[in-house]
């Protein structure tokens, strides 16, 4: 059995994002005086959201590159997969930043754009994924 060394360094990598995330929705909370819930304040909505997005893909993406990776996917396909999951997430983080990247609006369409890169790349990667691991297996 091969040790899933490249889901590690995704993992770690996208913990240390989760941990980023999550201290910027501390942050404003803290600020703001909302210890629970939205309270009104879409700044903290778009926060919340951010980080929480994160979590719901990063974890089951997680644990299925790592099951691909001690079973049957090559290490290339591996590689990649993560790399465009990363750069997949961190695009929506950034887009998610922003009024524009969450909500649209007037303004600069990077955000939009980044945002939709996020999504496709994310989506992408499952697809890919879940693909290349139910192949390698059949």
């Keep these: 059995m091969t040790v ?3 889901s590690a360094y995704a993992g770690g990598l996208l913990i240390i994002m989760q941990a980023l995330l999550m201290v910027t929705v501390g942050l404003h909370r803290g600020k703001s ?3 629970l819930g939205l309270g009104d304040d879409p700044v903290l909505e778009r926060k919340i959201r951010r980080h929480g997005n994160l979590a719901e893909n990063a974890a089951i993406f997680i644990v299925v590159l790592a099951l691909a990776e001690i079973t049957v996917v090559p290490g290339g ?3 990649t997969i993560a790399i465009v999951f990363l750069a997949a997430r ?3 983080a950034i887009a998610m930043s922003t009024v524009i990247g969450s909500h649209g609006g007037e303004g600069s369409k990077v955000f939009v754009v980044a945002r939709v890169l996020g999504a496709l790349g994310t989506f ?3 697809l890919a994924l879940g693909g290349f691991l139910l ?3 059949v």
């Design 4 to 6: 899933p060394i490249i």
């Design 33 to 35: 005086g909302v210890s």
């Design 77 to 79: 396909v591996i590689k």
């Design 90 to 92: 961190l695009f929506h």
């Design 124 to 126: 992408g990667s499952f």
């Design 135 to 137: 192949y390698h297996l």
